[in-house]
């Protein structure tokens, strides 16, 4: 048994260098525009962390900050406009909306042009992952999480593969991605019955659910490779700390490779979008 840590920070870093290296040879640079609509503080975060990483590798980050009672009219206003311009390769919402656009975000992800769609939610880019089309834009932390897998197995072909999770953001894709690969997928979700016993089966085991410590050491298979996608906020004697939805401690003796949280799939998703941005920029 290998027991390995993924260790997805410095696989994120030597992916974002190739892309640097890459973007350098440019004339024109890749241009990436977020639209971040109200005052979510983690949203903030994230936005700020993806227009650092993108200025890093040398592309043109446009940030538009939207009022948090910006009305559906008005955002469609902006993606319209972020459509048209040949400066801006990839565009990027920023979810969740605030509550009054809950139920028209959908509606505006979908405006997004799919050629610059690169967070891959569109029924465009959806579509062509599930037909098994290489031109799409692929998610990016499912696309992560695959490359997490091929840094340490890159022949997939006839091993049984258990995601958790059935997200149109992670999980959805992420069967889809496995299935491409050759793997026997199986989709696990809240109404799913004897889940350990389904987990028991998996060379390749993929938890995206948002529940603390949920994948126990009995649930895994001798030897799997685990990838843990879940971020959960927890106190520890009366610190916050990130952990993730496999027990780490429990589970990594018994598999052959594991992603830690946090430094595992995270680090991933910001180089994917990038890679996206890129391959948008490339058409
Ligand atoms: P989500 O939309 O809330 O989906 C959670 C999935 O888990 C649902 O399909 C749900 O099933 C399933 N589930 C809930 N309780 C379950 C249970 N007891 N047993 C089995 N399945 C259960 O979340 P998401 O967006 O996919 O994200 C999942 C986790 O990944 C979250 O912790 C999120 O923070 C993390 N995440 C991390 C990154 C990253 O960059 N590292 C990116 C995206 C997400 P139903 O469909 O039946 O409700």
């Known amino acids: 048994m290998n027991n390995i840590i993924i260790d997805g920070k410095s696989i994120a870093a030597k992916l974002r260098e190739e892309i640097k290296n890459e973007v350098n040879q440019l004339d024109k640079k890749p241009g990436l525009a977020v639209i971040l609509v109200g005052e979510n503080p983690a949203s903030q975060v994230y936005v700020r962390n993806k227009i650092k990483a993108t200025e890093d590798v040398g592309m043109i980050s446009f940030e538009r900050k939207m009022n948090e009672n910006s009305t559906k009219e008005d955002i469609e206003a902006v993606i319209k406009e972020l459509n048209k311009d040949d400066n801006i390769h990839g565009i990027l919402l920023q979810l969740p909306l605030p509550p009054h656009l809950s139920e028209v975000q959908e509606e505006l ?23 098994g089309m290489n031109d799409g834009l692929v998610p990016c932390t499912p696309q992560g999480s695959m490359r997490l897998i091929k840094s340490v197995k890159q022949n997939l072909t006839g091993l049984n593969a258990v995601v958790i999770g059935r997200s149109n953001l992670f999980g959805k894709p992420m069967a889809q991605l496995l299935l491409k690969e050759n793997c026997t997928v199986t989709t696990a979700h809240s109404k799913t019955k004897n889940i350990a016993k389904i987990c028991q089966q998996a060379d390749i085991l993929v938890a995206a659910v948002g529940r603390n410590k949920m994948v126990k050491k009995d649930w895994v298979k001798e030897g799997a490779i685990v990838i843990d996608v879940g971020i959960n906020r927890v106190e520890i004697d009366g610190k916050s700390k990130l952990e993730g939805d496999v027990d780490f401690e429990g589970v990594k003796s018994k598999v052959s490779a594991i992603t830690p949280v946090p430094g595992g799939v995270g680090p991933m998703t910001i180089a994917c979008l990038l890679d996206n941005t890129l391959k948008a920029y490339k058409g």
């Open 109 to 131: 992800v979908q405006m997004i042009k799919p050629e610059k769609d690169v967070d891959g939610l569109t029924t465009i880019n959806a579509g062509k992952l599930f037909l």
